[in-house]
């Protein structure tokens, strides 16, 4: 059974200060990972897909990078508009379906 | 573009009536769609796949004539909760995979509706 585990579950970070936060996966055969941005009462937003490992993909204050076993999200001098919980998942089946991790619930302060 | 809306955002019903969940992909075709739940403080547990014009593919522990998901064209799907009662209240989420991405496999959600069933 594929398991997406994401660490830590909150993060609170000060206003510029970087930080990463992980998502491990034991899949049987990964084609896709992927990371999401979801605001409270709203819908996961798409922010990169990663396909694989080596592979780094960037977005204004985000990085995202893969291996073998695990992603890395870095967010570099975060604002306080990067407050969100971030979402891992991985695709592994031709059906395109995705199992999510808990998610990191993010908390900058200016 | 990859716009997908939901509608109603929003919806508050009695125990024991139906409600119908619509997911639209504005701006691309949808192949295939797919229906999720969200509990507070929790991730996103899949409910059901549904490619157009065939019939969904449920997850295991959902029931199928509770939920029921028609997916009439490439631009929307439905999700009517039958017989609601108060433990089907939640975070309904759909996505959408865009039929021209090819090998991509990008899911684009919909703002999510919350159901609250009294």
């Known amino acids: 059974e594929d398991q997406v585990t994401q660490s830590p579950e909150a993060l609170r970070l000060q206003e510029g200060e970087s930080s990463s936060l992980n998502c491990s996966y034991t899949v049987s055969g990964l084609r896709g990972l992927f990371w999401y941005r979801q605001d409270p009462g709203k819908g996961p937003e798409f922010l990169f897909t990663?396909?694989?490992a080596g592979e780094e993909k960037e977005k204004e204050r985000l990085k995202a990078t893969l291996t073998k076993k695990e992603s890395f999200l870095h967010i570099t001098a975060p604002k306080p508009e990067d407050s969100a919980t971030y979402l891992c998942?991985?695709?592994?089946?031709?059906?395109?379906?995705?199992?999510f991790g808990a998610g990191t619930t993010v908390t900058v302060r200016a | 573009g990859a716009v997908v809306s939901q509608h109603p955002s929003r919806v508050i019903c009695k125990s024991g009536t139906s409600v119908k969940i619509e997911c639209r992909s504005l701006d691309f075709q949808a192949t295939t769609m797919f229906w999720y739940r969200q509990f507070p403080k929790q991730s996103l547990m899949l409910m059901a796949t549904s490619n157009e014009g065939s019939k969904a593919t449920y997850e295991q522990g959902v029931e199928k004539d509770k939920f029921l998901i028609n997916h009439a064209s490439l631009t929307l799907s439905t999700l009517t909760v039958t017989s609601a009662h108060p433990e089907d209240s939640s975070f309904y989420i759909c996505?959408?995979?865009?039929?021209?991405?090819?090998?991509?496999?990008?899911?684009?959600f919909g703002p999510g509706t919350r159901l609250t069933v009294t």
């Open positions: 990663l396909y694989s």
């Open positions: 996505s959408a995979r865009d039929k021209s991405s090819g090998s991509l496999y990008e899911q684009y």
């Open positions: 998942a991985v695709q592994t089946s031709n059906d395109y379906k995705l199992s």
